[in-house]
């Protein structure tokens, strides 16, 4: 008993859809709508950021005695938020709160603590390590388009 197999022809050709030139406009367009987004989604990056670093700063200064423990886990992050702000405002060209931000980093060191968390002074400089934070929160961060 054998079994014949028939072969289907195909009926149609199957042909990649037609390309259209690409319209210089359009392609502009889509640059100008891809910057402004990543100019906000930085933007919504860096205002994290300094809130986060706020809050940690303010939990601080509320958990002074029960934080010692972990103070360089709390220096680390108040250290990397600072730095972070920092390269904000030297990429924005705010060199003034960068210097600020720089010192802010230097104070919260973590390999190389300037205080510890333990004085009633201690906790006052951490309190008004916020302020920085705080007038940054106001920044106008637009500054000129380089042309790439």
Do not use: C
């Not at 028939?6 to 690409?22: D, H, I």
């Not at 939990?59 to 972070?84: K, Q």
């Not at 702000?85 to 980093?105: D, K």
């Amino acid at each position: 008993m054998s079994t014949s197999v028939g072969v289907q022809e195909l009926r149609e050709v199957l042909a990649p859809p037609p390309s259209t030139p690409l319209d210089e406009t359009a392609w502009q367009a889509w640059v100008v709508k891809g910057r402004a987004q990543d100019r906000r989604d930085g933007a919504a990056r860096q205002k994290a950021v300094k809130w986060l670093s706020i809050a940690a700063l303010v939990v601080v200064a509320a958990l002074w005695s029960r934080l010692a423990p972990y103070d360089v886990v709390v220096r680390f992050i108040l250290a990397a938020g600072a730095f972070a702000v920092m390269f904000h405002a030297l990429h924005t060209r705010h060199y003034a709160f960068a210097a600020v931000f720089g010192a802010l980093a230097l104070l919260y060191n973590p390999a190389a603590p300037v205080f510890s968390f333990t004085g009633g002074w201690q906790r006052a400089v951490v309190l008004a390590s916020t302020v920085p934070f705080v007038a940054s929160l106001g920044w106008r961060t637009a500054r000129k388009e380089h042309n790439d």
